[in-house]
């Protein structure tokens, strides 16, 4: 198959989706395709072209609403905006923790317990410190409260005076 630049995006994007886009490289996309990294680029400038060239094809295969758009839109941007945050900030902390929670790191944690939020030390108290912490099962059960939540949503709060 010909090497062409909708090939290499799509290549690029199963790489980053597999592996994360901080591990994506001009060699490794290029011994993905069979080829020399230096023949990428008569498809893309760059990496940042790369980079420029998944971020059109994630929004392509965004789905727009049918109907009264103004209304989905701002329904999306509700719920959008909620969960943005909760995953950028789940995210950041996930980055920030060591990469194995257990007792030792829970004792070295804990010396700093009085000076965070009451539950912040109840989880380093109650649940790091004795282990088996699941990172991702919190993620899942926070997630999916604010999903139970939104699904309460039925019309938007009056708009300010």
Not at 24 to 46: C, D, F, Q
Not at 64 to 83: D, F, I, V
Not at 116 to 129: D, F, K, S
Not at 136 to 141: G, P
Request: charged fraction near 25%.
């Amino acid at each position: 198959m010909p090497l062409n630049r909708e090939r290499v995006l799509q290549a690029a994007l199963a790489l980053a989706d597999e592996h994360g886009v901080e591990s994506l490289s001009m060699r490794k996309l290029a011994k993905t395709l069979g080829v020399e990294a230096m023949s990428l680029y008569g498809h893309v400038r760059n990496k940042d072209d790369l980079l420029d060239g998944l971020v059109d094809l994630v929004w392509a295969e965004i789905e727009y609403p049918e109907g009264e758009w103004r209304e989905a839109m701002r329904e999306r941007a509700r719920c959008s905006s909620l969960l943005d945050a909760y995953v950028y900030g789940w995210a950041l902390q996930e980055k920030a923790l060591p990469a194995e929670l257990n007792a030792e790191v829970a004792e070295r944690m804990l010396r700093f317990a009085d000076t965070t939020t009451p539950y912040q030390a109840e989880m380093l108290r109650e649940h790091i410190a004795t282990g088996g912490y699941d990172f991702e099962a919190e993620f899942a059960f926070g997630l999916g409260v604010i999903l139970d939540g939104l699904s309460g949503i039925s019309s938007p709060p009056p708009a300010p005076a």
